[in-house]
């Protein structure tokens, strides 16, 4: 190291002496045993670590998606409004612009995304950015640029600055060769498509990048997510969201999966709560950096006829998207969990009628003031 720093220190000198007079920046140099991306030792920012404050100072990109809105909000009351910054690259929509702060990110733009988390002195970042399934595999360069390179950013600034970082993972990590009932958290992961392929790569560039740089990185594995404060959003479980839309709007709906494609699924409340207990948990008390988290699981046939009890007349019809099916057919149907239950102390809230209960609670009253007004 110390002959890293006079290497440093020496090309910095020859830079500034330069007759030219130029003013010349210094490059970023690369430092073993540091970070992938080491800042020259005379770099002039302001940084502080979580120790020294009394709340994390949180980060979350790609916030407008499903779940950085709701994450938010979960932790702006946990920590406090101004502490939870959240960001995108889309105009956000009134009522999420003035509820916290709210700040433009492009994560392909590394030095814009360093500033930020320098200028905020961020210690928390979640990482949403992402192309999900069905439109990753529509937009392959798009999705690989933005679910890779974009990833290779975040984990280089976490690491420089030293962050908490929190990447998702998802069902789509694993593939028709993997074990489907149940997965467990450790078995052979061969996706086939470009949004599963990023996901197992940022698993294992969060593993190495903790062991190489001792980056504190955290990931769960989602299963199909739920939500009632969102639109579909081209991923293959959304199916599990338009079900609630169409029956209350139109009282009829047409699934593009199977009757029989079982999928682990998942309420929203439980997924941002296990996602702020995992980032909560003692370092200490994680076996691995990667976990699987369940709560249900259940075919679109099982799903209609939950929802049929709260609105008899819906009538459902299936017409097979080849390429959805197809995914689908590849994941897991089941989730073992018991290494995040017995580690962290995971439990899920909600069952598929708690779901169902819920969905019509916030989309039926939505719905009934929608007609009034």
Known sequence: MPIVKNVSRAVSQLLQSSGCGCGISIVPVRCIGVSPRQVASDASFHSVSFSESDHPRVLITGGLGQLGVGLAKLLRKRFGKNN???????????????????????????????EIVVNNRITWLF?????????????????????????HNVLDI???????????????AFGPT???DPTP??????????????KVHAELMGEYY????????????????????????????????????????????????????????????????????????????????TYNISAMSFTPEELAQEVQKHVPELQVTYNVDEVRQAIADSWPMNF??????????????????????TMFSFLGSDSRIAQAN
Request: net charge neutral; with cysteine; aromatic share 10%.
């Open 127 to 151: 990482h949403y950015s992402a192309l999900l399934s069905a439109v990753g595999e529509a937009n392959v360069p798009l999705a690989r640029a933005v679910n890779i390179t974009g990833l």
């Open 210 to 289: 903790h062991y190489r740089y001792g980056l504190d990185f955290r990931c769960l594995r989602y299963p199909g997510i739920i939500s009632a404060d969102s639109q579909p959003g081209g991923g293959t479980t959304d199916y599990a969201v338009q079900i609630f839309h169409d029956a209350i709007k139109m009282g009829k709906f047409q699934c593009n999966l199977k009757p029989d494609t079982r999928l682990p699924m998942m309420y929203i409340d439980d997924c941002l709560k296990a996602t702020l207990e995992v980032m909560e948990a003692p370092a200490e008390a994680l076996s691995m950096r």
């Open 158 to 172: 976490a690491a420089e600055h030293n962050l908490r970082l929190f990447v998702p993972s998802t069902i789509g």
């Open 336 to 357: 073992d969990d018991r290494n995040a239950r017995r580690d962290w102390g995971w439990k899920h809230d909600y069952d598929l009628p708690e779901l169902v209960t």
């Open 185 to 198: 958290d450790l078995c052979i992961q061969r996706p086939r498509t470009i949004y599963g392929v990023s």
């Open 84 to 114: 939870v910054i959240l960001s995108d690259i889309r105009k956000p929509a009134d009522n999420v612009f003035y509820s916290g702060p709210f700040i433009y990110a492009d994560i392909l733009d590394y030095k814009n995304l360093r």
């Open 178 to 180: 993997s074990p489907r």
